[in-house]
């Protein structure tokens, strides 16, 4: 058995298709194949079923992908281990991001941590929050940027801080001259149309959430994936949207909606940096949430005064 074949297996299990995993593999489907029947022939079981469309793991298969996960786990410990030895004089740390939130906290963070440890490279992803959990779960990213709640439950976390949800609407609706005093209830939003993330992203889920809480399902009326293509359609009177506090804060775009608070108690999202349970956690990835949460926390005391 070879550390290679741990490898093709992984990416197999995890693409569930030998084209994929040869392309991600950057290697001719015919020598993954030739791989993994010579792996198959040496267990003397069948790790996957093959039809025309994908393949599935056989419970042979997924006792021994289980198997391969913590070796290579090991593996990334001990490289992550020797990195750490050499005092954060070079590493890499791999690091998802939801688009919209990334957008407007990385920008903060990634210059704060460049400077304070020139030598460790960081290499970013980004994604819907869905796919993120997933990938993280299988070790695709070190750590991810996310918010609660997860699904994944292989995903342990680390909390960033707390963001207020704010109000979009168009200049001169009902609505937006609501102050602090007298912040908007969300069932007061019951009968308006909705601008909101497409699905599978995180912040969808929670204006989804907040409404059905409110006992209402919200009626949606244009979907984006971009939160500034949100908030201009919310800016051009399409309808009525929540944004979280810091994305409603970048003013990008000549179209821009009005941001009026809600009710007590307040909703808010919980940022959190996310990774695999039992996963070891390199120095440099533990400096990368340090350094988050000390950005953040400015940049949040920043808002405040703002």
């Known amino acids: 058995m070879e550390f290679r074949q741990l490898q093709y297996t992984l990416k197999i299990a995890e693409e569930k298709n030998f084209s994929r995993a040869a392309d991600k593999l950057h290697i ?109 779960g299988g070790g695709g990213t070190d750590l991810s940027l996310l918010s609660l709640p997860l699904q994944e439950t292989s995903l342990a976390y680390e909390v960033i801080g707390e963001e207020r949800i704010l109000l979009a609407v168009p200049p001169g ?3 937006a001259e609501r102050t602090e005093a007298d912040g908007v209830r969300i069932d007061e939003l019951r009968d308006e149309p909705f601008v909101v993330l497409k699905k599978g992203q995180g912040f969808r889920k929670l204006t989804v959430g907040l409404c059905q809480q409110a006992g209402f399902e919200p009626n949606v009326v244009f979907e984006s994936n971009n939160i500034e293509t949100v908030q201009s359609l919310v800016a051009a009177g399409m309808g009525i949207t929540l944004v979280p506090r810091f994305i409603a804060r970048a003013k990008r775009s000549e179209l821009i909606p009005v941001y009026v608070p809600l009710a007590e108690p307040t909703p808010s999202r919980t940022l959190v940096i996310a990774y695999r349970k039992g996963r070891y956690l390199s120095k440099a990835a533990e400096a990368f949430i340090q350094t988050f949460k000390q950005t953040f926390n400015k940049r949040w005391k920043e808002e405040e005064q703002g």
């Open 28 to 136: 001719a489907q015919p020598s993954l194949s030739q791989q993994l029947s010579k792996l198959e022939k040496e267990l003397g079981v069948l790790l996957f079923q093959r039809n025309t469309s994908s393949v599935e793991l056989t419970h042979a298969g997924e006792s021994f992908v289980a198997h391969a996960r913590r070796i290579m786990d090991a593996v990334e410990e001990l490289r992550q281990e020797m990195d750490d030895i050499s005092q954060l004089r070079s590493g890499r740390v791999v690091v998802g991001s939801m688009p919209i939130t990334g957008s407007h906290l990385l920008p903060y963070v990634l210059p704060e941590f460049k400077e304070a440890f020139p030598g460790i490279q960081i290499s970013l992803l980004e994604d819907t929050s869905l796919n993120l959990e997933k990938l993280t």
């Open 173 to 175: 609706h009902r609505l």
